[in-house]
């Protein structure tokens, strides 16, 4: 892992197959433990990863004082910006975008303009916040049931912002594909009487992953 200028980019021994943007969740940054995970697996199978942060996030880093999320035209925005600087930095690379749970949410939004445009190949998101907690009423998906691009969705089946019996009742784009985590919760960790373990889950998202990244398009 190395630092540039606000990113920790992620680089496989060998030439990356394809890059992936990674934006962090609204209450965690871009080195939190799930973060760190799945950007050196990802890195492992081969994936270039970039992770950023959003500038509220920024900012706490600065004065480590906590923010609530930037209003979501902010979100849009500076995501924006940084597919722009990937695709400056890394000219002709196969780029796709997504994150945790918020940062899915904001790539997604972003992605179909941006495929049409010729910056990116597709998205991934992990942990996708389909409604806030506790309010399965309020819908995040309008956007998701259009979608006309490669996307990748991983998802807990007992995720709270969104879990299998809800999801499956959606009607999303056929573009998006979905891969359930068994017994996982919003960061895929498991109960212990499961039989699974969250790491097992990492790595499993992370494979997936990259698979899909190296192969769409």
């Not at 540039?4 to 943007?21: E, I, M, Y």
């Not at 997504?98 to 190949?121: C, Q, T, Y």
């Not at 594909?177 to 960061?187: K, S, V």
Request: proline share 6%.
């Amino acid at each position: 892992m190395a630092e540039v200028d606000g990113w920790l980019v992620d680089r496989p021994q060998d030439t990356p197959k394809c890059w992936f943007l990674f934006a962090h969740g609204a209450g965690a940054p871009m080195d939190s433990d799930f973060m760190q995970a799945l950007a050196g697996m990802l890195a492992e199978r081969g994936v270039g990863v970039i992770r950023f942060e959003f500038p509220y996030m920024a900012e706490r880093r600065e004065t480590g004082k906590r923010r609530p999320p930037n209003k979501m035209d902010v979100l849009l925005e500076a995501f924006q910006a940084q597919i722009d600087r990937a695709g400056e930095v890394f000219p002709g690379a196969r780029l796709f975008v997504g994150g945790k749970s918020m940062g899915g949410r904001v790539a997604s939004m972003l992605v179909a303009e941006n495929v049409r445009a010729g910056k990116v190949a597709g998205a991934v998101c992990l942990g996708y916040p389909f409604h806030p907690p506790g309010k399965p009423e309020s819908l995040r998906t309008e956007h998701l049931q259009s979608l006309d691009c490669p996307t990748l969705i991983v998802q807990g089946t007992r995720d709270k912002l969104g879990d299998r019996p809800e999801v499956e009742g959606y009607g999303l784009s056929s573009e998006i594909r979905l891969l359930w985590l068994e017994d996982g919760d919003h960061d895929f960790k498991p109960r212990k009487s499961s039989g699974h373990t969250q790491q097992h889950h990492w790595q499993t998202a992370a494979e997936r992953a990259a698979a899909f990244m190296c192969a769409a398009g």
